[in-house]
């Protein structure tokens, strides 16, 4: 379920998945067709880090922190990520 308020509530969802025994938030994929394909790294996320931080390491630039945010649709709050969540970075 996208909740009412979400930055997803108007988007268009092509398909959404729940992982048995996972967050009960789904995971939405958009269609990219017009962008070609989106591809993504992982990686396992360490408490205390920040978005801004991961942004740094992947892109060298902490602004593009927004772009994690968008990969990550499942995650609600992004100041309490739990200890070892995997992070989609996608490769822009």
Do not use: C, Q
């Not at 979400?6 to 017009?34: C, H, I, M, Q």
């Amino acid at each position: 379920m996208i909740k009412a308020g979400s930055r997803y509530e108007f988007s268009l969802v092509d398909f959404y998945s729940v992982e048995a025994g996972a967050s009960k938030n789904p995971v939405v994929f958009y269609d990219f067709t017009e962008l070609g394909y989106v591809t993504y790294d992982t990686h396992k996320y360490i408490t205390g880090e920040r978005l801004d931080s991961i942004a740094e390491k992947y892109y060298r630039r902490p602004s593009l922190w927004w772009l994690i945010a968008e990969f990550n649709p499942e995650i609600d709050d992004f100041e309490n990520i739990p200890n070892g969540a995997i992070l989609r970075i996608p490769n822009v």
